[in-house]
């Protein structure tokens, strides 16, 4: 799977609207969302092909085409052609030149993800929707984010009621494309009947996509009880900064950290992610070979 093939989760659905444009990253590559007049989300590369001004701060035509705010040249989304020039009205049809970058999209299990790759096949849709969703933006790397995730989670998240500890119930493992792995976890305080109680009570479950980092999360107790059903999407952004989007099923359980304790990940010993790493290159090289 080559990066441009990669389907990114870069904002929750409720972002994303056609009152106005939204900004958004995919490394160093700005990508301007919207919705059309049908509702569909749009995503052009957020640079005007006149003066490169970035489309995100023009406006949203009532057709569901998106205008440029510096000299008012208006872009289908679907295709990124340009469709008018103010002033110009009487032009039938504007050479293909004078087109913006457009990117796949598609919507589901409310988020937005977007494909570098126009010609990318869409992904196999999730359905369930997460009620409860925010966003953050971490100054650190995706990859550094995504292995301190694997390491230890509670550097980037923190369950209320739950003490993640250094000990797995299974090693980081393949399984139908994702890198899955049981982390033992602790209840906080005192828990009835605590004579009784096993040593690790909880685990934490990840699933983990090898190419983005996105990640669910289950919670479950020694009985198998769900406690918390989660997804945590970080996207690389600009200047070293990873942006985090996520839903959870239960109302203020989860936190995502919007910042990460320097000291700690500095003396953080790598250990899942490590072998996180060849899995995902192996994975990787894979599709690519499949791909080809």
């Known amino acids: 799977m080559g990066d441009g093939a990669i389907w990114w989760a870069v904002a929750r659905s409720e972002e994303?609207?056609?009152?106005?444009?939204?900004?958004?990253?995919?490394?160093?590559?700005?990508?301007?969302?919207?919705?059309?007049?049908?509702?569909?989300?749009?995503?052009?590369?957020?640079?005007?092909?006149?003066?490169?001004?970035?489309?995100?701060?023009?406006?949203?035509?009532?057709?569901?085409?998106?205008?440029?705010?510096?000299?008012?040249?208006?872009?289908?989304?679907?295709?990124?052609?340009?469709?008018?020039?103010?002033?110009?009205?009487?032009?039938?049809k504007f050479p293909p030149v004078y087109r913006a970058l457009a990117f796949a999209v598609t919507e589901s299990a409310g988020f937005v993800r977007v494909c570098l790759d126009a010609k990318a096949p869409a992904p196999i849709a999730a359905t369930t929707v997460l009620p409860m969703s925010d966003s953050v933006h971490v100054a650190l790397d995706h990859t550094q984010y995504v292995a301190a995730l694997f390491d230890d989670p509670g550097l980037v998240m923190a369950i209320r009621g739950v003490r993640f500890t250094a000990y797995l119930m299974s090693e980081l493992r393949e399984e139908r494309g994702r890198l899955v792995m049981e982390r033992s976890c602790q209840w906080r305080g005192l828990h009835w009947p605590a004579p009784f109680s096993p040593e690790f009570p909880a685990t934490l479950l990840t699933a983990t996509d090898p190419?983005?980092?996105?990640?669910?999360?289950?919670?479950?107790?020694?009985?198998?009880?769900?406690?918390?059903h989660a997804m945590i999407a970080p996207v690389p952004s600009a200047r070293g900064v990873t942006a985090v989007r996520w839903r959870a099923d239960r109302p203020k359980r989860l936190?995502?950290?919007?910042?990460?304790?320097?000291?700690?990940?500095?003396?953080?010993?790598?250990?899942?992610?490590?072998?996180?790493?060849?899995?995902?290159?192996?994975?990787?090289a894979s599709d690519a070979a499949h791909a080809a």
């Open 16 to 92: 994303v609207t056609a009152k106005r444009p939204l900004a958004i990253d995919i490394g160093n590559q700005p990508v301007v969302l919207w919705r059309d007049a049908t509702g569909s989300p749009r995503a052009l590369e957020d640079r005007c092909p006149h003066r490169r001004a970035p489309l995100s701060l023009g406006c949203i035509k009532p057709d569901g085409m998106i205008q440029c705010g510096y000299h008012g040249w208006i872009y289908d989304g679907e295709t990124g052609r340009l469709k008018e020039i103010p002033n110009l009205k009487d032009q039938p």
């Open 211 to 228: 190419a983005t980092g996105e990640t669910e999360l289950t919670l479950r107790d020694a009985n198998f009880k769900t406690h918390l």
């Open 255 to 284: 936190t995502v950290r919007d910042s990460i304790d320097a000291g700690a990940l500095r003396t953080l010993r790598p250990s899942a992610s490590l072998h996180g790493a060849d899995l995902r290159a192996a994975l990787l």
